[in-house]
């Protein structure tokens, strides 16, 4: 439920008055806000009512604002994710599994590995993502979406049964679990899907990103066969991103695992982060971070697109076996790309040529003309011959959300082009940048696509928001089965903050039953929630009990936002060895943990985590706000966007012991609080 926004005495005042004057007839009566009006809210914390209200208005510069301020609102709407909503018996099951199930401890070894149903995803094969219907110029508008709505209805319709029937199935060693089996999420907007067929149809060579924690959930069955579904020659790069977090050996691994599973696609590694230490004033040192592409890592990348562009450049098997098309046949890309532009980096790390413009640059971005394009490439079949195309080569980053498409984009031209943030589905729209005059990059907003992965695991990924997620106790039960929590923050068992039970019972001699010590007690998924809320003095406003649903949102968003580091081995790993020291067995009972990269996270201010963050997002916004064209207003309106989930209920406040003058002086409680209200109702009486 959300929180009420605080309201000044004046301010309630002015509104009983206003109230009042309604009731005695003396202004008219506003009309009811209707049920969608009492839900919505627009931007600036500005209601619809509002919006409507100024709209009317007799200023025209104030109705034209409200307007195209209506017109943004709705637009970003069409765009929302929809999320499902946790059935109320499915959260009650994994509240009481969460407190009653011990953790898994030690973590066994066979933790640090990617789950096998990633890997053997058989019934996952039967998915697909949803493709675009064909479509003529003669089509209307209405048409065209109508066909595009039919097609996804029914693609709908065919995904929610397999993945239900794969939430109904059984598993196998398990008995009962139908119930505690979470969904899988999928992007259930055809918007967002709509922002994936134009780039897919405008692109040429895809980049798929994959976040190298666990690589094999962000690249599906599903748009594994939607890209090999195009009937126009298409390559496809596995990009492995966020390679700083993980650590090359680790990335490395991965990378040789994807070119074995997947022969003939190529696979390249970045990082889209330098790491600056600089000081503010009255903050103290903190950690900068700025768009930056390793040099090794540019080279790579380029190195890949060079190669797939000279495989577009190549006739495809059944036409170089047939001389005479093999005659007239002419590539669909442009054959001329000056690659050794873009290797040229200076000292800011930004290509030679970044951001430059074509004289015709004004034409590829005419919606227009490239329907047109698409169309084209589109119709045409494999044995036609094409004049050969003066359009730049087009390259689309496409992946689910919070892999790093806008980041790497930013990390290519070496400063903000466009909005990045740690909150999944930052990109709304699908945006184009060009890197040379030849070369274009379109980024592509994240969805989460089709697949037969728990929920957990998805958030785990940080590929649903955080704020999104109300099955707060199995993610932690999932998180805690593969990494030590309590050691990870240095956490106290509940059981120890308790008073110990006087045993008045007489015991004859060896007989007492010893204590456990507290190594020996177990954890639960609810002692690590309780255990953290007490850590941070979080309780709830009205009972003063343990705040577990604000610790269990800090813990999610700190596995998310890589403040803890984890990272997933690849199948049959050849770091698989047995532990032959101490501290190797200590390590194999880390589970995905990372522990070298951090021994403890830092804890030192919980609320000002998220907000020293922030802080730095949007610092590094007003310093190239000029060159991304970016307002004020957007900024203000992004900043409500990542706002964290309501936890911040005011805890009780304790009462200060001080001690009293005197010889015998007593321990008393400070009444400051009772002292301000007496000395008000003074004033107030004095006053009448």
């Given at each position: 439920m959300a929180r009420k926004k605080p309201q000044s005495t004046k301010q309630k005042k002015a509104q009983l008055q206003e109230k009042r004057a309604i009731k005695r007839g003396d202004i008219p009566a506003p009309p009811p806000p209707t049920r969608s009006e009492k839900k919505r809210r627009g931007v600036h914390g500005r209601s619809t009512i509002q919006l409507r209200d100024e709209k009317q208005s007799d200023d025209p510069e104030v109705a034209a604002a409200a307007a195209n301020l209506a017109r943004k609102i709705e637009s970003s709407r069409k765009l929302q994710s929809t999320y499902l909503k946790m059935k109320p018996e499915f959260l009650a099951a994994w509240k009481e599994k969460a407190a009653n199930e011990p953790l898994r401890r030690p973590v066994p070894d066979e933790a640090r590995y990617v789950p096998s149903n990633l890997v053997e995803q058989k019934e996952a094969e039967e998915l697909s993502a949803p493709k675009r219907p064909k479509w003529r110029f003669e089509m209307s508008k209405k048409e065209v979406e109508a066909n595009e709505e039919a097609i996804f209805q029914r693609w709908m319709a065919d995904t929610e049964a397999k993945v239900e029937k794969w939430r109904t199935s059984s598993i196998e060693g398990q008995e009962a679990t139908t119930l505690l089996r979470s969904p899988a999420y999928f992007e259930r907007n055809i918007e967002v899907w709509r922002q994936l067929w134009r780039v897919t149809e405008l692109s040429s060579i895809f980049l798929v990103l994959l976040d190298s924690r666990c690589p094999l959930l962000h690249y599906p069955p599903s748009l594994h066969n939607y890209i090999r579904s195009f009937k126009s020659p298409r390559r496809t790069i596995l990009v492995l991103t966020k390679v700083d977090v993980v650590g090359q050996d680790r990335a490395d691994r991965w990378k040789a695992w994807l070119l074995n599973r997947y022969p003939g696609v190529k696979v390249a590694q970045v990082s889209s982060y330098l790491d600056q230490e600089g000081e503010r004033k009255g903050q103290g040192a903190r950690k900068r971070y700025i768009p930056h592409i390793p040099p090794a890592s540019l080279k790579d990348l380029l190195e890949a697109l060079q190669q797939c562009h000279k495989e577009l450049l190549e006739p495809p098997p059944h036409i170089r076996d047939n001389p005479e098309k093999h005659s007239s046949w002419k590539p669909r890309v442009r054959r001329e790309v000056d690659w050794t532009a873009l290797y040229r980096v200076d000292q800011e790390n930004r290509p030679a040529t970044s951001g430059t413009t074509r004289p015709d640059e004004a034409q590829a971005e005419d919606p227009a003309?490239?329907?047109?394009?698409?169309?084209?490439?589109?119709?045409?079949?494999?044995?036609?011959?094409?004049?050969?195309?003066?359009?730049?080569?087009?390259?689309?980053?496409?992946g689910q959300p919070n892999v790093g498409k806008s980041s790497l984009l930013n990390a290519l031209f070496g400063s903000i082009k466009v909005r990045a943030s740690r909150t999944p589905g930052k990109t709304k729209h699908f945006q184009t940048l060009f890197w040379s005059p030849e070369l274009r990059l379109v980024d592509c907003p994240g969805l989460v696509l089709p697949n037969l992965v728990p929920l957990e695991l998805q958030v785990l990924s940080s590929i649903i928001p955080i704020s999104r997620v109300s099955s707060i106790p199995s993610c932690i039960f999932n998180a805690g089965n593969l990494l030590p929590l309590e050691r990870v923050f240095n956490l106290r068992h509940p059981s120890e903050d308790e008073p110990e039970a006087e045993d008045k019972r007489t015991w004859r001699g060896g007989m007492k039953p010893s204590t456990p010590s507290v190594a020996q007690k177990k954890w639960t998924a609810m002692d690590v929630l309780t255990a953290y809320a007490n850590k941070k003095g979080w309780v709830t406003a009205k009972a003063?009990?343990?705040?577990?649903?604000?610790?269990?949102?800090?813990?999610?968003?700190?596995?998310?936002?890589?403040?803890?580091?984890?990272?997933?081995?690849?199948?049959?790993?050849?770091?698989?060895?047995?532990?032959?020291?101490?501290?190797?067995?200590?390590?194999?009972?880390?589970?995905?943990?990372?522990?070298?990269?951090?021994?403890?996270?830092?804890?030192?201010?919980?609320?000002?985590?998220?907000?020293?963050?922030?802080?730095?997002?949007?610092?590094?916004?007003?310093?190239?706000?000029?060159?991304?064209?970016?307002?004020?207003?957007?900024?203000?309106?992004?900043?409500?966007?990542?706002?964290?989930?309501?936890?911040?209920?005011?805890?009780?406040?304790?009462?200060?012991?001080?001690?009293?003058?005197?010889?015998?002086?007593?321990?008393?409680?400070?009444?400051?609080e009772d002292e301000e209200e007496s000395n008000e109702d003074e004033d107030g009486s004095e006053e009448g």
């Open positions: 003309h490239e329907e047109e394009q698409v169309q084209k490439n589109e119709d045409d079949s494999d044995d036609d011959a094409l004049d050969e195309p003066n359009g730049p080569l087009t390259v689309g980053l496409i003063g009990r343990p705040d577990v649903n604000r610790a269990g949102n800090a813990i999610l968003r700190a596995l998310a936002e890589n403040r803890v580091p984890w990272a997933f081995e690849p199948p049959s790993s050849p770091s698989a060895s047995t532990p032959t020291s101490a501290e190797d067995t200590e390590k194999s009972h880390d589970g995905i943990w990372l522990a070298d990269s951090t021994s403890r996270i830092d804890e030192t201010d919980a609320e000002s985590e998220v907000d020293d963050d922030t802080e730095d997002e949007d610092n590094k916004l007003t310093q190239s706000m000029k060159e991304a064209n970016i307002s004020e207003e957007e900024e203000e309106e992004d900043e409500e966007e990542e706002d964290w989930i309501d936890h911040t209920k005011p805890a009780k406040r304790k009462p200060t012991i001080v001690t009293s003058g005197g010889m015998f002086g007593a321990l008393v409680e400070d009444d400051d």
